[in-house]
């Protein structure tokens, strides 16, 4: 709420007006607040310039993407990806992730996936992170460090958090002993073992 005040008064100066990333503050607040509406609300003024708002980014679609449907609004992610292509905003990497996170079952994460691919959004280590996780998450863990070898054959770059997630995936699984082993190996590993 306070965010959302000092956000008021900013809009209601004499000679200051906010720029997107203070429009950005104020759609998470709100959205925060399981306001959907007023995110809304707020995104059209935007949208039409109203009161010299500025322009939708894609980090404001990508604020909303992640926020509307926790906020109660499940049916919105379509209306948004479409009114991104009517703006001309491209989606990023982050669009992909924020889409991966909020999918409720391993078929919807892969049509995320494939059109992500289309969109040639799918090259870089977060992406296919949550591309990984999303097997995790909706029961496919022996899937996940098989994707995660596919990402290093492609040429992205793994972390600590590839070999943690490889390592949860192990446990999932099961498979105590191997995820065991692979933490010791990294342990002394420098820099970390392979994930083929």
């Given amino acids: 709420m306070q965010a959302e005040r000092l956000f008021d008064q900013l809009r209601a100066h004499p000679r200051l007006r906010p ?10 607040s709100r959205l925060a607040r399981r306001d959907a509406q007023g995110a809304l609300q707020l995104f059209r003024s935007m949208q039409s310039g109203h009161r010299g708002a500025p322009r939708p980014r894609v980090d404001t679609y990508n604020t909303l993407l992640g926020g509307l449907r926790r906020a109660g609004a499940t049916n919105a992610t379509a209306w948004l990806l479409a009114q991104m292509k009517e703006g001309e905003v491209a989606p990023d990497e982050y669009t992909v992730c924020t889409l991966l996170r909020d999918q409720t079952s391993l078929r919807s994460s892969r049509h995320v996936w494939q059109w992500a691919r289309k969109q040639g959004l799918a090259r870089r280590s977060a992406a296919w ?58 342990s002394a590993a420098h820099p970390p073992p392979s994930l083929t």
């Fill in 19 to 28: 720029d997107v990333t203070s429009y950005n503050v104020a759609l998470k």
């Fill in 129 to 186: 992170h949550h591309w990984a996780e999303a097997h995790l998450r909706h029961g496919a863990p022996a899937r996940t460090s098989l994707l995660l070898g596919l990402a290093r054959r492609e040429g992205v770059h793994l972390s600590t958090r590839s070999h943690n997630l490889h390592l949860r995936a192990e446990l999932a699984r099961g498979d105590e002993a191997a995820a065991v082993g692979h933490f010791e190996t990294m």
